[in-house]
């Protein structure tokens, strides 16, 4: 089946850096793929939708300069939280998108997601 | 714009015992489809089934099954036999006809349920 490699799967770091943070699909083509935030005990929101070589489309309130996405192949994107700050402390998980009918039956495939921890 | 309401935070269910996990969403469309994610402590997001609103027979899957009332926007999870595996955070999401969202899921705030031995 589908798997989508998110990586890495814990990250604790200073205030003030920058983190990246990688999805990629591994046995399939992903056209599109999309960034989650979540909260503790709170549910998925959408951050963003990337695009394979094109810009990515945020969600209103996030802020693109904070959050850089990039999709330069059809099987990897990235996620670059900069300037990290405590409160961008949270649990980011991607996911991506079959190619073609493939996508009605199962829309996403999700990673296992990234802790992000900013001291 | 769509939403998708889970109106019980926490639910509990005894070994065995059938529970039922209660979902709404709201939406102008007529197409689209809607699913169930479970997400153990793992923070693993599964699948659990998937219903087309297009269908008007009821998804099942095993021990899990939907009762999809569309003119109701309702669509709740029945779990049959509960499992202590079965413990975890469900989410009821809604996605919209492939042209026009880009295929983006829209979560409702999830509910979490805990089983009993």
């Known amino acids: 089946g589908a798997v989508v490699s998110q990586h890495p799967s814990r990250v604790i770091c200073k205030s003030g850096t920058s983190v990246k943070i990688e999805c990629r699909s591994l046995?399939?083509?992903?056209?599109?793929m999309f960034w989650y935030r979540q909260f503790p005990k709170q549910s998925l929101m959408l951050m963003a939708t990337?695009?394979?070589?094109?810009?990515?489309?945020?969600e209103q309130g996030v802020e693109k300069d904070k959050f850089l996405i990039n999709h330069a192949s059809l099987t990897l994107s990235t996620l670059t939280v900069t300037s990290a700050h405590p409160e961008d402390s949270s649990f980011y998980i991607c996911?991506?998108?079959?190619?073609?009918?493939?996508?009605?039956?199962?829309?996403?495939?999700f990673g296992d997601g990234t802790r992000l921890s900013i001291l | 714009a769509q939403t998708v309401t889970q109106s019980q935070p926490e639910m509990s269910v005894q070994e065995a015992e059938t529970v039922t996990l209660s979902c709404t969403y709201d939406t102008s469309e007529s197409d689209y489809y809607l699913f169930w994610y479970k997400q153990p402590p793992s923070r693993q997001m599964i699948l659990v089934i998937r219903?087309?609103?297009?269908?008007?027979q009821n998804a099942t899957e095993n021990r899990f099954s939907v009762n999809f009332q569309k003119a109701a926007k309702s669509f709740s999870l029945k779990i049959s036999d509960s499992q202590l595996g079965d413990a975890a955070m469900y989410f009821c999401?809604?996605?919209?006809?492939?042209?026009?969202?880009?295929?983006?899921?829209?979560f409702g705030k999830g509910t979490k349920l805990s089983v009993k031995p």
């Open positions: 046995d399939f083509q992903a056209t599109t």
């Open positions: 996911s991506a998108r079959l190619r073609g009918g493939q996508s009605k039956i199962q829309p996403q495939h």
């Open positions: 990337s695009n394979e070589g094109s810009k990515a489309t945020y």
């Open positions: 219903q087309e609103a297009y269908k008007q």
């Open positions: 999401a809604y996605r919209g006809h492939y042209g026009g969202s880009q295929g983006n899921l829209i």
